[in-house]
């Protein structure tokens, strides 16, 4: 890139606001920027050069990016005290080179301006012939450039300077910021560690209480049967009591009804036991001696009924009870088991969004520039506040409020366990942020200042080989010669001065 930019770009008219593609060509000793309607001839050539559809003075002039939507892209304008240029480029990069080329001629047209209007209040010297003070006007006016483009030199230079101080200082911060985040990213992994180990406890102490609970259940449907069958068994001896039948009889039906039931619910142990009590209390010898005649021996029988209860019927009774209980309270470390692990689970999602959000703050992904290079100028409005001269937008310290913060629904994201801490990690990302988005703009500005200063001090050796640098006072026409005090042809001089 040079100071003497060409080539096609887009252009919006005045009236029609239509866009037209037109050849453009930056003069720099004029500080002009001109726009064609065909390629004007490169410079030599006898051809005769088109004339320009239009001259624009960047004296004085400003540069803005459009960001309005409604334009097309890669879309700048150039600000003039007599109407405003809507310009467009093919991409970015053609429209950031074209700014740069832009923003420093301009800059360097208004210290020319300025310096001129200095040296001609202070020169009072009076004009005797003609010759000298053309003489004196080209003397003038290398004087006045050479002079701008120091002035401009030093001002790129002292630039670069406090962009690198300032990048310095930033990068000194952000490596602090970034060292309290990877402390709370230790005490989260810490944390997060903690709540698995506790996680993987519960859920194994909720595998052991299924297996318990399924074992329990099974021991009470077995008691429940068994006791049922029992009082079945206490039912019939009652009934068979009651009947008043002989002790043979009595005895013979007992059996016959057991030995009927022993094919279907009645389990095998209870019916076991159930005939060793009748045959402990009623021997066959005694049932002899008893016949069939006798009625029935009540004492004898109520003897059987409560010996049958008590070592029978009641053990399980007793058994019944403890298992209902441990049931219950198996059911009850269930129900705290499946509370704690849904609490643990809402800790360790919640550990997890903080922890993303910590290594995404502190290992950012890889992106294109928010702004090209060459569009942060300090004399942009939209973008003069984020310039770190004059500590326009100096950060407060962490834990002070901020204006502009977000509100606290969107801050917490969802977190309510760590929600305090969460805060404190959320401002200190927030203040990181802000020190990587200075660091850019701050990497741009001095991007700017050292590739403005490398054009500038390229130009101004490029002319300072030139023995007289052209101006308007010395421009010969064909009608004319340097030695003649006669003025140039206005015509002819306009021509030349529509020329690339």
């Known amino acids: 890139m040079d100071m003497d930019c060409r080539g096609w770009l887009f252009k919006r008219g005045h009236y029609r606001q239509s866009w037209k593609k037109r050849y453009f060509v930056v003069d720099p000793i004029k500080h002009t920027l001109c726009y064609y309607q065909a390629t004007p001839p490169p410079e030599g050539s006898k051809a005769r050069p088109p004339k320009a559809l239009g001259i624009i003075d960047l004296t004085s002039s400003k540069v803005i990016v459009e960001k309005d939507l409604g334009h097309i892209q890669n879309c700048f304008r150039v600000c003039t005290p007599q109407r405003d240029f809507y310009i467009a480029a093919t991409d970015p990069f053609k429209m950031n080179t074209w700014i740069s080329v832009l923003r420093l001629n301009s800059k360097l047209g208004d210290l020319e301006k300025s310096l001129e209007n200095k040296m001609s209040d202070a020169n009072t010297t009076s004009k005797a012939k003609k010759e000298t003070e053309i003489g004196e006007e080209d003397e003038k006016y290398s004087l006045s450039f050479k ?5 401009m030199l030093k001002k790129l230079s002292h630039t670069a300077q406090t962009s690198r101080m300032s990048l310095e200082e930033t990068s000194t911060r952000k490596y602090t910021i970034k060292s309290e985040l990877k402390k709370y990213l230790g005490a989260i992994k810490a944390q997060r560690a903690e709540t698995e180990d506790s996680l993987l406890d519960l859920r194994r102490q909720e595998t052991t209480a299924h297996q318990e609970l399924d074992s329990i259940n099974v021991r009470i449907v077995q008691l ?12 019939q001896t009652i009934t068979l009591l009651s009947l008043n039948q002989s002790i043979p009889t009595f005895i013979r039906t007992l059996k016959e009804m057991i030995a009927a039931r022993k094919t279907r619910d009645l389990p095998p142990e209870l019916s076991r036991m159930y005939l060793a009590l009748l045959t402990q209390n009623f021997p066959d010898r005694k049932i002899r001696m008893a016949g069939e005649a006798s009625n029935t021996d009540f ?10 209860y008590d070592r029978v019927h009641l053990p399980k009774e007793l058994e019944m009870e403890p298992a209902k209980k441990r049931r219950l309270l198996i059911w009850k470390m269930l129900v705290a088991s499946v509370n704690g692990m849904k609490k643990l689970n809402q800790q360790m999602s919640e550990l997890t969004i903080i922890e993303s959000q910590i290594n995404q703050a502190i290992t950012p992904g890889i992106g294109n520039r928010a702004r090209p290079m060459s569009m942060t100028d300090p004399d942009d409005p939209d973008t003069q506040i984020l310039f770190t001269g004059g500590n326009k937008t100096a950060l407060k310290p962490i834990g002070e409020d901020r204006p502009g913060s ?7 994201n969802g977190i309510l366990l760590y929600r305090k801490e969460w805060l404190n990690i959320k401002q200190v990302i927030d203040h990181l942020f802000k020190l990587r988005e200075r660091e850019k703009i701050q990497s741009q500005q001095l991007d700017d200042a050292l590739h403005s200063r490398e054009l500038l001090a390229s130009f101004s050796k490029k002319t300072s080989s030139v023995s007289t640098p052209p101006t308007p006072g010395s421009i010969l026409t064909p009608g004319s010669t340097g030695g003649s005090d006669s003025p140039p042809d206005p015509e002819a001089k306009s021509q030349l001065q529509a020329a690339p």
């Open 299 to 308: 004492l004898q029988i109520l003897h059987f009924y409560s010996q049958y």
């Open 147 to 151: 002079l701008a483009a120091d002035e």
């Open 224 to 235: 429940d049967k068994y006791l049922q069958a029992s009082r079945y068994l206490q039912r």
């Open 406 to 412: 977000i509100s606290i629904e969107d801050e917490t």
